[in-house]
């Protein structure tokens, strides 16, 4: 398991240019499995809908932290 409070506090650097973000929001997962059916799931599609016209939004899943 990967230690998500340190990787949610440690600083961060954008390589390429899309922006610095303001916030960073982590979630784990067991495995890509899971996060593509939580990605995919009527629970979520709510929120993704509500957050469209709402937010700049990028996601970037990481497979084996």
């Given at each position: 398991?990967?230690?998500v ?5 440690a600083?961060?650097r954008?390589?390429k ?10 979630l ?5 499995a ?10 979520y ?8 016209n ?5 996601m ?6």
């Amino acid at each position: 398991m990967a230690d998500v409070s340190s990787a949610a506090a440690a600083r961060r650097r954008c390589w390429k240019a899309i922006g610095s973000p303001n916030r960073i929001v982590i979630l784990e997962f067991p495995d890509m499995a899971t996060a593509k059916a939580f990605y995919h799931s009527p629970e979520y599609r709510k929120a993704r809908e509500a957050r469209r016209n709402a937010a700049d939004f990028k996601m970037i899943v990481v497979e084996g932290l």
